[in-house]
């Protein structure tokens, strides 16, 4: 083998453009909310729709006359180099691409190699069309490559359509391979090693469907992937330190102890499986050793064990990192001693799933908490400085005007910083589901309704919560969330700034929920200046 052969290309997220999803979204809403759901997820400016991210740098070069193009998805990717970090420790030339959308010159060079194979990841994807985009672009490039697509869309998408229309989508997407297991690695790897020989046999790899001379699928045997976390450690001085640096993303753990009505997560990923804490520990110091200042640790239940998560903290605070680092946190898994050594250890800003401001609701949802031990976590974590973010939904079912009014009040009386009001997304293979006769549910999606609610009656409720509600400021899930500030912050623009910034843009963002939206021309002309007035940072 030519040292020089390079197996896999691994590419990251396609984010595409915000004025494409909301005309395909605005096709559908006569019968779904999702054209309601990105239009709350956006702030109207002159006479233009953006998302937060967008929003941000028009602002930023406005106010400092620096061209700004930053984004989250500029971090780097975890599963972009997970998976090339996994490759390259069992001896395989692994090249990652952070951003389809930053990268692509990168891109371009990696496909003039030749590579054997090109992964590309569906972290973000609800859809087909963003994989369709770069499966094109390297049929241009490389017609040789073999296109591989797994990860959260391939699997989710395996998990709740029959094969037939698993069929139907795979088509759509245009690649060779698809890796169907909730992990993925270990099945990327065994395609790699097949694709070196001269004749491949991929009906031996587990996890695969692949297509066929006479365009049909054929799907290999099922073996669930269980790859452990401290074997498969990250080694991030495999990889450029200015891609790497200063946000890192980190996991320190995988699936989810808890099993919320709402979610299948946990049921995707399998049981809760913690890395050592001497795995984390490695890994911490070959960050700070390449320079990197903030981290956001992805793990979906952080604080939970709540011993571990104390050591954890304990272990950052020993070694003097300095790291400012931001996470999920349940607040009803949480003491003072927790709140005090997650303020010690340098966190920043922490994500809530609050979910709702109504115990009825609450117990429904199977959250194990209850709404005093929610008011109570944010006011402890404001005390101690750190931003909280309480991201609520409205439309569960069960949901109604009282209830829905009840969160609206938690949020308006706890005044965490930042907030988010959420339209239900009904997934038919989460827990409530199965008492869909109970609760009278029909319909899936953004397009649902129950015996008490249905889409239109809960997008109308949060227009309500989000005209009304005052102390905290709208801060959306779309190309913009709690993990954006933490990556801007990185880049010296302080949290003074950055509030003031979302401060403003909520105000736009209401703005933005009538039609034909109202101008606030006071606010524009303010947000347009937010980073002028003496150093941004």
């Not at 409720?461 to 954006?484: A, D, E, M, Q, T």
């Amino acid at each position: 083998m030519d040292p020089q052969d390079l197996d896999c290309v691994i590419v990251g997220c396609n984010n595409r453009p915000f004025s494409q999803v909301l005309e395909e979204a605005e096709q559908t809403r006569q019968f779904s909310g999702a054209y309601e759901h990105f239009k709350a997820n956006s702030a109207w400016l002159g006479a233009e729709r953006l998302t937060y991210a967008d929003l941000f740098n028009r602002c930023f070069t406005a106010s400092t006359g620096r061209p700004a193009n930053w984004s989250i998805f500029q971090a780097p990717q975890l599963g972009v180099h997970y998976l090339a970090n996994f490759l390259l420790e069992r001896g395989f030339r692994a090249e990652p691409v952070n951003s389809f959308n930053d990268d692509r010159d990168r891109f371009e060079q990696l496909l003039e190699r030749a590579p054997r194979a090109v992964a590309i990841t569906t972290t973000f994807y609800f859809d087909p069309s963003p994989v369709r985009e770069i499966v094109d672009f390297i049929r241009r490039r490389s017609s040789d490559a073999r296109i591989i697509v797994g990860g959260t869309y391939i699997y989710s998408m395996v998990y709740e359509q029959p094969e037939a229309m698993q069929d139907v989508l795979f088509r759509r997407m245009g690649a060779d391979i698809y890796v169907q297991d909730a992990q993925g690695e270990l099945s990327l790897s065994r395609i790699c090693a097949e694709l070196r020989e001269t004749s491949p046999r991929l009906e031996g790899v587990p996890n695969l469907a692949f297509s066929c001379a006479d365009k049909s699928f054929l799907r290999t045997r099922r073996q669930i992937e269980v790859n452990d976390l401290n074997q498969n450690a990250m080694r991030w001085e495999r990889f450029d330190r200015s891609v790497v640096a200063p946000t890192a993303l980190v996991r320190t753990a995988r699936s989810c102890p808890n099993r919320c009505a709402f979610c299948r997560y946990p049921v995707l990923e399998g049981p809760h499986a913690l890395a050592d804490l001497a795995t984390v520990e490695k890994e911490l110091d070959d960050l700070h050793s390449i320079g990197v200042t903030h981290i956001v640790f992805v793990d979906d239940t952080f604080n939970i064990p709540l011993d571990r998560f104390k050591d954890l903290c304990r272990m950052m605070i020993r070694k003097k990192y300095g790291f400012r680092w931001l996470s999920y946190f349940r607040c009803a898994n949480a003491d003072e001693e927790a709140f005090d050594l997650a303020a010690e250890s340098g966190a920043m800003m922490l994500f809530l799933g609050i979910e709702s401001g109504d115990q009825r609701i609450l117990d429904g949802m199977n959250k194990n908490a209850t709404v005093e031990q929610y008011h109570h976590g944010i006011q402890e974590l404001k005390k101690r400085g750190i931003d909280t973010y309480a991201s609520t939904m409205i439309g569960f079912p069960g949901e109604t005007e009282r209830t829905a009014r009840n969160t609206m009040r938690f949020i308006e009386e706890a005044e965490p910083a930042f907030y988010s009001m959420e339209v239900y997304f009904h997934d038919t293979k989460v827990p409530v589901a199965e008492r869909k006769e109970e609760y009278g549910i029909s319909g899936s999606g953004y397009s649902w309704r129950h015996d008490t609610m249905d889409w239109r009656d809960a997008t109308e409720l949060l227009k309500v919560g989000y005209r009304s509600i005052r102390g905290s400021s709208i801060l959306p899930l779309h190309c913009f969330n709690v993990w954006s500030l933490g990556y801007y912050h990185s880049h010296g623009v302080a949290r003074d700034r950055l509030r003031e910034f979302v401060r403003l843009a909520s105000r736009l963002c209401v703005a933005g929920l009538d039609d034909p939206p109202s101008p606030n021309q006071d606010a524009e002309d303010r947000i347009l200046r937010v980073f002028g007035d003496g150093p941004w940072n």
